[in-house]
C-alpha cells in the first residue's frame, strides 16, 4: 500500500483489539519516527503496551475501548510546534495505515498524565497531542467533506496536480471535521492557513502533508 491509498484507506478507529503488534512493525514504526526526530527536532515518542492512558473517564467519555499503543507528539515549545507535530505526525500514522494498523488522532480524552509517566519531556519542551494506534475492531468510516471550492483559491485555472493535492487535503482528520483551512495557489506558489478553531494549527500541519503527499509539490 502506498501513502497515498493510505490517504484514501484510513479513517479513525476508536475501539481496538487486543492482538499485539509484531516487533517488526514496532522497529519499522520507531525508525519513521526517528528520522521524523532528526529532520524536524521533535521528540516524537512510541509508547507499547501501556493500556492505562486510556482506561479512564475520559478516555471513556471519548469511546475509546482497547487502546494499548500511541504515539506521543511531543516538541520544543514554540509558534509553530502544533503545525509541526501535526505534518509529521500525520507521516507516521499514514505509514502505519500501510503497515495493516489503524489510528485515531487524540486531543483531549485520553491521561496526559499517564502519557507522561511512559515518555520523557523535557523542561523546554509540551506534549501537543497522541495517535492511539493498534488492530482496530474496524476499519472506521469515511467523514464528510466540504465542498473543495470553498477551501481552496486559484489566481486562475486549477491545475491537475492542485486538484490531486486538494483531494488528498479534502481527506485530512481534522478536530470534529472542522476543516478550517484555506490552501491558496497564487503565481505558482501554494500556501496554506487556518481560519481559527481548537487545535486547527495541528489540523493545518496534517493538512499540509496530505496536499504534498497527493500533489507531489511543497506548501510554502
Avoid at 507535530?85 to 503497515?99: D, H, N, P, V
Avoid at 523542561?123 to 497531542?129: D, L
Wanted: proline share 3%.
Amino acid at each position: 500500500m502506498t501513502i497515498n491509498e493510505a490517504i484514501q484507506t484510513r479513517h479513525s478507529v476508536r475501539s481496538y483489539t487486543d492482538r499485539k503488534i509484531p516487533d517488526e512493525i514496532i522497529s519499522r514504526l520507531s525508525t519513521e519516527i526517528d528520522s521524523c526526530n532528526q529532520e524536524s527536532g521533535l521528540h516524537i515518542q512510541l509508547v507499547t503496551n501501556e493500556p492505562k492512558a486510556f482506561d479512564g473517564m475520559m478516555a471513556h467519555y471519548g469511546k475509546f475501548t482497547g487502546v494499548q499503543n500511541y504515539i506521543a507528539l511531543i516538541g520544543k515549545k514554540s509558534e509553530r510546534l502544533e503545525e509541526q507535530t501535526g505534518y509529521y505526525g500525520e507521516r507516521i500514522a499514514l505509514l502505519t495505515q500501510t503497515l495493516g494498523l489503524n489510528t485515531c488522532w487524540v486531543a483531549m480524552t485520553f491521561s496526559k498524565g499517564t502519557v507522561k509517566k511512559h515518555c520523557t519531556i523535557n523542561s523546554n519542551e509540551k506534549m501537543t497531542c497522541v495517535i492511539a494506534l493498534g488492530y482496530g475492531t474496524t476499519q472506521g468510516v469515511p467523514h464528510n467533506s466540504k465542498p473543495m471550492e470553498s477551501l481552496c483559491k486559484t489566481d486562475g485555472t486549477m491545475p491537475d496536480w492542485f486538484k490531486a493535492g486538494m483531494e488528498t487535503a479534502l481527506l485530512a482528520p481534522t478536530a470534529v471535521n472542522q476543516q478550517k483551512f484555506l490552501i491558496t495557489l497564487e503565481d505558482g506558489i501554494v500556501t496554506a492557513k487556518s481560519l481559527g478553531g481548537f487545535y486547527s494549527s495541528i489540523d493545518l500541519g496534517i493538512v499540509k502533508y496530505h496536499f504534498e503527499a497527493g500533489s507531489g509539490k511543497t506548501i510554502h
